[in-house]
T-cell receptor, first 120, second 111 residues
Framework: DAGVIQSPRHEVTEMGQEVTLRCKPISGHNSLFWYRQTMMRGLELLIYFNNNVPIDDSGMPEDRFSAKMPNASFSTLKIQPSEPRDSAVYFC??????????????????FGSGTQLSVL | KQEVTQIPAALSVPEGENLVLNCSFTDSAIYNLQWFRQDPGKGLTSLLL?????REQTSGRLNASLDKSSGRSTLYIAASQPGDSATYLC??????????FGAGTILRVKS
């Protein structure tokens, strides 16, 4: 399997522009997570999905951030409008932890390589 | 709110040394604890997963222990090598399939 695939690897944009980050989870995985990593705050969970349904978006910093998962093989994280403080590495991760009725506690989390976002 | 703390923040050791990385968490109501490795500019790779009912897991030169009641975990690396140089993060899975991460320990193994 190719693993979790994220695109683009690097994104440089100007303040106020719309940014869309993309993620393809590992085939068959039913949980998908978006994380943000900065030196100051470490790894923060932004939102996660079980079976394509958003479960917890309490980590989404502002209404400028939105995430979708239209099907089991694709997810997007959008920032509109972007601001310099959004600069960070954004990671997508997936797992088989969701059983449909509960959590499989022995399933590992697999990360993509991340998108390095710079907002000027 | 769950808080995960890792000590030390950075560690530099000569090749061949055995070393221990520490992780503590504030809420013992966890499903599992995972240790990850992150190389510069890369994503995280899961090393070991310990379920809440387990006490330890081993993979090669790595051994992770879990004491859920005291909110502590350790990652033991035997006979360290320069290739072990990376950032090591621990994370706990809490209710709702969420992983909460520590800030990590930056390890440098000198040849």
């Amino acid at each position: 399997d190719a693993g979790v695939i994220q695109s683009p690897r690097h994104e440089v944009t100007e303040m106020g522009q719309e940014v869309t980050l993309r993620c393809k989870p590992i085939s068959g995985h039913n949980s998908l997570f978006w994380y943000r990593q900065t030196m100051m705050r470490g790894l923060e969970l932004l939102i996660y999905f079980n079976n394509n349904v958003p479960i917890d978006d309490s980590g989404m910093p502002e209404d400028r951030f939105s995430a979708k998962m239209p099907n089991a093989s694709f997810s997007t994280l959008k920032i509109q409008p972007s601001e310099p403080r959004d600069s960070a590495v954004y990671f997508c991760a997936s797992s088989l932890a969701w059983t449909g009725t509960g959590i499989a506690t022995n399933e590992k989390l697999f990360f993509g390589s991340g998108t390095q976002l710079s907002v000027l | 709110k769950q808080e995960v703390t890792q000590i030390p923040a950075a560690l530099s050791v000569p090749e061949g040394e055995n070393l221990v990385l520490n992780c503590s968490f504030t809420d013992s109501a966890i499903y599992n604890l995972q240790w990850f490795r992150q190389d510069p500019g890369k994503g995280l790779t899961s090393l070991l997963l310990i379920q809440s009912s387990q006490r330890e897991q081993t993979s090669g030169r790595l051994n992770a222990s879990l004491d859920k009641s005291s909110g502590r975990s350790t990652l033991y690396i035997a006979a360290s090598q320069p290739g072990d140089s990376a950032t090591y993060l621990c994370a706990v899975m809490e209710y709702g399939n969420k992983l909460v991460f520590g800030a990590g320990t930056i390890l440098r193994v000198k040849s």
